[in-house]
């Protein structure tokens, strides 16, 4: 019981990200929105360097949220074998030329 009680608590420690997922998004529209009251001629470039600031944030508060979940460990291992596979392979194609 205590040890499914510290996962519980681990868990809830892990969505920490996603508050600050929260301030970064809020923080790249802010500066949008500044950005386009001072200067409204480069409303189009700025609106793709939020998108793309959005989209960073978003992605960090998705790893959190998986790093959170019950089965976040087995994802990690999922993706260190895989770029274990790839660097395995890509060490081989060297050593061969």
Same mark, same amino acid.
């Given at each position: 019981? $205590?040890?499914?009680? *510290?996962?519980?608590?681990? @868990?809830?420690?892990?969505?920490?990200? /996603?508050?600050?997922?929260?301030?970064?998004?809020?923080?790249?529209?802010?500066?949008?929105?500044?950005?386009?009251?001072?200067?409204?001629?480069?409303?189009?470039? $700025?609106?793709?360097? *939020?998108?793309m600031?959005? @989209?960073?944030?978003?992605?960090i508060? /998705?790893?959190?949220?998986?790093?959170?979940?019950?089965?976040?460990?087995?994802?990690?291992?999922?993706?260190?074998?895989?770029?274990?596979?790839?660097?395995?392979?890509?060490?081989?194609?060297?050593?061969?030329?």
């Open positions: 019981m $205590l040890l499914q009680a *510290a996962k519980f608590i681990g @868990a809830g420690l892990a969505t920490i990200g /996603l508050a600050g997922a929260g301030v970064g998004i809020g923080t790249v529209f802010g500066a949008l929105i500044i950005g386009t009251s001072r200067n409204p001629s480069l409303k189009d470039e $700025l609106f793709k360097f *939020a998108i600031g959005f @989209a960073l944030t978003e992605a508060a /998705l790893f959190s949220l998986m790093m959170s979940s019950r089965k976040g460990r087995t994802y990690i291992t999922y993706i260190s074998y895989i770029f274990q596979i790839q660097t395995s392979e890509t060490h081989r194609y060297y050593l061969r030329t």
